[in-house]
Nanobody, 122 residues
Framework: QVQLVESGGGLVQPGDSLRLSCAAS????????IGWFRQAPGKEREGVSC????????NYAASVKGRFTISRDNAKNTVYLQMNSLKPEDTAVYYC???????????????WGQGTQVTVSS
């Protein structure tokens, strides 16, 4: 089956760190740009970060820039999101999605599965 599976979420305190994983199966991850999105209850889904398939360039939402880092391990067919200095407002379900390019983030090719829950609370 062609799918992306998110993992690594959990319950942490403000200031803690988590590393989310996005594992691809049934296709080669490095053929696509990979974006991370999140959605909190009652809020719209928002883009968090994206990594390009061509040159490995990255981009981040202003709310996470300087705290989160996206990376790709092609050997493991996995993309990661390192999340540092977590804040309560980072609480959401996080999803990874494959796109043709980061520019075409609104056209998903693979993704929108279960996601992984991140909860930041004291």
């Amino acid at each position: 089956q062609v799918q992306l599976v998110e993992s690594g979420g959990g319950l942490v305190q403000p200031g803690d760190s988590l590393r989310l994983s996005c594992a691809a199966s049934g296709f080669t991850l490095d053929d696509y740009a990979i974006g991370w999105f999140r959605q909190a209850p009652g809020k719209e889904r928002e883009g968090v970060s994206c990594i390009s398939k061509r040159d490995g360039s990255t981009n981040y939402a202003a709310s996470v820039k300087g705290r989160f880092t996206i990376s790709r391990d092609n050997a493991k067919n996995t993309v990661y999101l390192q999340m540092n200095s977590l804040k309560p407002e980072d609480t959401a379900v996080y999803y990874c999605v494959a796109h043709d390019t980061c520019r075409s983030w609104s056209i998903p090719r693979v993704g929108w599965g279960q996601g992984t829950q991140v909860t930041v609370s004291s």
